[in-house]
C-alpha cells in the first residue's frame, strides 16, 4: 500500500538546474532516513544523497557542492535540487525511504524511477 512516486525529470542542459520531488503516499505512520540514488546504463546504482528524520544529510563526493536534498515531513515528500549538471549525471535516479506503515512495520520502499538527462 506504501508507494514512492518520484517527477521532475527530463531533459536540461549541461550547466542547468532541475529539482526532483518523491512523494510517499499510503498507510505511513512514520519515515526515517529519506535518500536518492542513480543508476546510468554502465555504471553501478550509487547513492547520491541522504537524509535523516533530524535533517542529517550526506553527498556522494561526485555531488557535493551541487546537489541539495531536502524534505517535507508534513507532505511525506524528499527533494533533490541539482544544479550545475554535467552530461555524468544522466541518470535514472530512484528515491528511497524508510518507512513504518501501519499494519506491516518498518520497511525500505523504493520509487520507479525518473530519467534525467543532461545534454545539449
Known amino acids: 500500500q506504501v508507494q514512492l512516486v518520484e517527477s521532475g525529470g527530463g531533459l536540461v542542459q549541461p550547466g542547468g538546474s532541475l529539482r526532483l520531488s518523491c512523494a510517499a503516499s499510503?498507510?505511513?505512520?512514520?519515515?526515517?532516513?529519506m535518500g536518492w540514488s542513480r543508476q546510468a546504463p554502465r555504471k553501478s546504482r550509487e547513492l547520491v544523497a541522504s537524509?535523516?528524520?533530524?535533517?542529517?544529510?550526506n553527498y556522494a563526493d561526485s555531488v557535493k557542492g551541487r546537489f541539495t536534498i531536502s524534505r517535507d515531513n508534513a507532505k511525506n515528500t524528499v527533494y533533490l535540487e541539482m544544479s550545475s549538471l554535467k552530461a555524468e549525471d544522466t541518470a535514472v535516479y530512484y528515491c528511497?525511504?524508510?518507512?513504518?506503515?501501519?499494519?506491516?512495520?518498518?520497511?525500505?520502499?523504493w520509487g520507479q524511477g525518473t530519467q534525467v538527462t543532461v545534454s545539449s
Open positions: 528511497n525511504a524508510d518507512i513504518f506503515s501501519l499494519g506491516r512495520g518498518w520497511g525500505d520502499y
Open positions: 499510503g498507510s505511513i505512520f512514520s519515515i526515517n532516513t
Open positions: 537524509i535523516t528524520g533530524g535533517g542529517s544529510t
